[in-house]
């Protein structure tokens, strides 16, 4: 019998948590709070923890872990850059994750900021509803032949491709891997300072690691086309919020979709509506016409949902059956 503490809980994770449960004999407690240094003392006796995306699992908080006897770390999510692997190995803690869960979910958000941004559709909604039918700066681009350039062609970057090239664009791609089936179909793998320098839409889609870190900076707007739209829907760590803040007074960043943010530990997934946001860099992004900003939704979908919940049983299950654990995250 297993027992899982579930951190960072939402209405949704308890309803899909329930409902696939795979026995009676599974014991699981949603906790609202997130897993810290300061909510560590609710894991005790469990030893499974199971965590989302803003969860931070230092070393400090590994230790307390270890100390109140976790076993297992189960994250409910794909990156894994919010976990110290390194202490996590050295006590002996086994981490697993959930490696896809839909690509499509995500690959199919980005697509929504870039025809949102371009197509303006979020303020033609609000226009008519007061009786504007004024077609005036709704104008947009066609993406046909336009020039998308992907960062990243893994999993969901290849699935980003796949919609690009629906839509008759040029699709130019950078990663350390070029994928034979992308080539294939019309991709064209090119260097980083190229995808940079030809493309009208850059979509991100690699890991944040400490080479990806800020990889959009001053220095890559500086050889970017004007204009250029830039969509997050990786983490927000790839984008340095000040140069794009500064890109974007100048008009050199023509438009910017983010489903992630830099700091959006204290602010995505709660609301705060009736609160005074302290975070003067999202405040200042919000009150540029030609950003979007999304609050790390891109995998929300049914599918996704079930297959989060499906894998992470599975991997807890295998973990307790001491059988091979596929969805290892090793340091
Ligand atoms: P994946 O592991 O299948 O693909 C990542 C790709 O990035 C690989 O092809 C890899 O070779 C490439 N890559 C690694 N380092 C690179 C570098 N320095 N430059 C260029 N490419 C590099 O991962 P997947 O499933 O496609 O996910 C991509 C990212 O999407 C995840 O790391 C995660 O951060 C993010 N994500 C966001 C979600 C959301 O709801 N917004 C949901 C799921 C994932």
Redesign the pocket.
Known sequence: MSKIALFSAKSYDKEYFERFKPSEEVQIRCFKSALNEDTTELAKGYDVVCVFVNDQISETVLKCLKEHGTKLIALR???FNNVDLEAAHKLGIKVVRV??YS?SA?AEHAMALILTLNRKTHKAYNRVREGNFSLERLTGFNIYKKTIGV???????KAFCDICLGFGAKVIA????PDKELESKGVTYAS?EDVFKKSDIISL?????S??KHMINKDAFDIMKNGVMIIN???GGLVDTKAAIKALKKHKLGYLGI??YEQEEDLFFHDHSESIIEDEMIMRLISFPNVLITS????FTDEALEQITTTTYQNITDFFNGKELKNEVKS
Not at 174 to 177: N, V
């Open positions: 999510c794909a990156g490696p896809a690509p995500v960062v990243g062609t893994g999993k969901i970057g950078y990663d350390l891997y980083i889609h690699c890991p944040l690691n080479d990806t829907t990786s983490r489903d992630v790390h939704q891109a995998f």
